[in-house]
């Protein structure tokens, strides 16, 4: 017998009751929309989000470490007041032999020496206080992507040459070519020659950055030979912070990661996916109470039906079978148009909301993943809801059944 | 055990609200002998046990005590899923209101019985015996049509040919005609006699009509759950 009794009396008897099993099954699709939909929108929006943020960042850097008052005296009997040090621009001893150390790292895939301080920026009467950085540019584009920020000539220098924001080239009233000073507070001074502009989207670093080599800046900041800080890219994101501990053992130099500088966007986006588990958790539970209930009043509905089947030799077993494919049917039919459904609106929220340059702040796709796990989740979910009604259906006494 | 017989009840009582106050007992030692081909009514007024009794006879219900052998099969040990095997095999059921499946047509409620046992008929095998039962009731035209669409003569024509598709033994069949005016009742009733005489499977009739009841071959009364059996050849 190819026929199948439980899967033909199952797809019938849905059939028959059309209006409800067309009201559920939206409610189902509607659910594993709503899930698969926020999902997609959350997890896209997270990553376009540390994307922005980190494009501009390095994923971990080294810094000295702090200086500290030390108190001659340890004797506890004597109230101290320790004023702390202020922190002077120090280069990190032996940064060179710590820059290898790294790059032998494994999860490290790029280094990038950086002299940084601050200075003067000046052109005629114009002066703005700015953030020299002297870096080697090879090593310094692998950690910032600046080929995709150049607005005007590209992202490489030599000599007496400097590359500065956009933001910062208006207030100094320069462009491409022109020639600004450089002061810094030890007293130095020199002429640099912009030969490229930037924007970072985002217009505090585009006033404040000026690249210079790391040479010039050395000599500016009077660290000669020597950087303030180690800039490094990691290859696993989230793994950030604990290998910046490590460093930060091995080396006892100060190492902090893009994770603990941006502690608060980290806590809003896990705050967004507990926000989110919620929701689905409860979307999982109305959709699995509205099965469940639309199955009840089907086995009231088909008593009679269902005590004719056990007349005529149908088991329990296979008139609970008969239920639990419609919970079945329900959770499968329901996630693969809940699934259409989102992508629907995935495509529609992706071109309407953009972001303000116009650029697409998601893209409407469906990880294929997610979709099969909606779609197992669902169809666990529909059989465990139609448990319960299957029970009773096949505890049914089949005179009382046919005789209501 | 007696295979000549294809039902044989002894001293089968059943009792309702056991260990309650209010235990009633509505059958009080029943017992019937049914030989194979046979056929036989089974009369009384409302309330004398009639349904009762065929329930326990169709495994719908368990007797309080007695012995229930049906084809040869003492039914008081078997557990419930081996009841429902017997019951799908060795019993046939027509009810007073037909009870098809609404949501399937003729044939399909026909093959039905098949369709549960799927190791009965291939689903080809299953159609062809199905179709051939309809048109032996005289429905060749009404294959595909849905209950709905069917006259009450004709509904009860389908049940008739669902109840015989597993080729059982024995058919049950409860107020087959109370529910039909005269003409079609006289249609049905000549009918299953023609299936019983035709394919030897034995009928039991529950009826109220004692016109019908008189043209079986044995009847058995039933007031008040104790048994009057005549015989009528």
Redesign the interface.
């Known amino acids: 017998m190819t026929l199948n009794f439980e899967w033909l009396l199952a797809l019938r008897f849905l059939r028959e009751g059309r209006m409800q099993s067309l009201l559920i099954l939206a409610g189902v699709t509607g659910g594993v929309a709503v899930i698969i939909f926020l999902t997609q929108l959350i997890n896209q929006l997270q990553g376009s989000i540390i994307d922005r943020v980190l494009s501009s960042q390095a994923h971990i850097v080294i810094r000295p470490a702090e200086e500290s008052a030390l108190r001659l005296m340890s004797d506890a009997h004597i109230a101290a007041n320790i004023q702390p040090r202020g922190q002077r621009l120090r280069s990190i001893d032996q940064w060179e032999s710590i820059a290898q150390l790294v790059r032998n790292t494994p999860g490290i895939s790029a280094v990038s020496p950086v002299a940084s301080g601050p200075a003067f920026a000046r052109h005629n009467l114009a002066s703005k206080s700015v953030a020299l950085v002297g870096m080697i540019p090879n090593d310094y584009r692998q950690v910032v992507k600046m080929n995709k920020y150049m607005i005007k000539g590209e992202f490489n220098l030599t000599g007496d040459q400097t590359i500065i924001g956009k933001d910062l080239a208006n207030d100094l009233g320069v462009s491409q070519g022109d020639r600004i000073q450089i002061l810094t507070d030890s007293g130095t001074q020199q002429t640099l020659t912009i030969v490229a502009l930037f924007d970072l989207n985002n217009k505090d670093l585009n006033k404040r950055w000026v690249f210079t080599t790391l040479r010039m800046s050395q000599s500016l900041l009077n660290i000669p030979g020597g950087v303030s800080n180690i800039d490094l890219t990691v290859d696993d994101l989230f793994g950030a912070k604990p290998l910046a501990q490590r460093l930060s053992a091995q080396t006892g130099l100060l190492v902090e990661s893009w994770m603990e500088t941006n502690s608060g966007l980290l806590n809003a986006l896990s705050n967004q996916t507990v926000t989110n588990n919620l929701i689905r958790v409860f979307i999982v539970i109305i959709v699995a109470l509205g099965i469940t209930s639309v199955l009840v009043v089907s086995v009231v509905q088909k008593q009679k039906e269902i005590g004719i089947l056990r007349a005529m030799g149908a088991k329990r077993g296979q008139v609970m079978r008969i239920f639990l494919w419609q919970g079945a049917i329900f959770g499968a039919l329901g996630s693969l148009m809940g699934a259409s459904l989102s992508f629907a609106l995935l495509t529609l929220f992706s071109n309407v909301y953009k972001a303000p340059d116009g650029s697409t702040l998601f893209a409407a796709q469906l990880d294929p993943n997610l979709v099969i796990m909606a779609t197992c989740v669902a169809m666990i979910v529909g059989v465990l809801s139609a448990l319960l009604p299957a029970r009773r259906a096949a505890r049914m006494d089949p005179v009382q059944a046919i005789r209501s | 055990m007696n295979m000549e017989h294809i039902l044989q009840l002894t001293h089968v009582r059943k009792s309702y609200g056991i260990g309650s106050i209010v235990e009633t007992e509505v059958l009080h030692g029943i017992d019937i002998t049914l030989k194979r081909a046979s056929f036989s009514a089974l009369t009384g007024p409302s309330g004398s046990g009639k349904s009762t009794l065929l329930?326990l006879i169709?495994l719908?219900?368990a007797p309080s005590s007695g012995e229930l052998i049906i084809n040869g099969q003492n039914t008081s040990q078997l557990s419930?899923?081996a009841l429902?095997?017997l019951?799908?095999?060795s019993l046939g059921?027509i009810?007073q209101f037909h009870?098809l499946?609404?949501?399937?047509n003729a044939l399909e409620n026909v093959m039905?019985?098949?369709?549960?046992?799927?190791?009965?008929?291939?689903?080809q095998q299953?159609m062809i015996r199905a179709k051939a039962l309809l048109s032996a009731v005289g429905l060749e035209n009404a294959f595909y049509k849905k209950p709905a669409e069917l006259s009450g003569g004709m509904q009860q024509r389908v049940a008739i040919a669902?109840a015989l598709m597993?080729r059982p033994p024995l058919v049950l069949a409860d107020e087959p005609t109370g529910n039909l005016d005269t003409h079609s009742a006289d249609d049905i009733f000549k009918l299953m006699r023609k299936i019983n005489q035709e394919q030897d499977i034995a009928f039991l009739i529950v009826t109220h009509d004692q016109r019908l009841a008189a043209r079986c071959d044995q009847t058995f009364n039933l007031v008040d759950g104790h048994l009057q059996q005549k015989t009528t050849d």
């Open positions: 329930n169709g719908l219900e419930d899923q429902t095997q019951r799908g095999h059921f009810f009870h499946l609404p949501a399937f039905m019985p098949s369709i549960i046992d799927s190791q009965h008929l291939s689903k299953a669902r597993m």
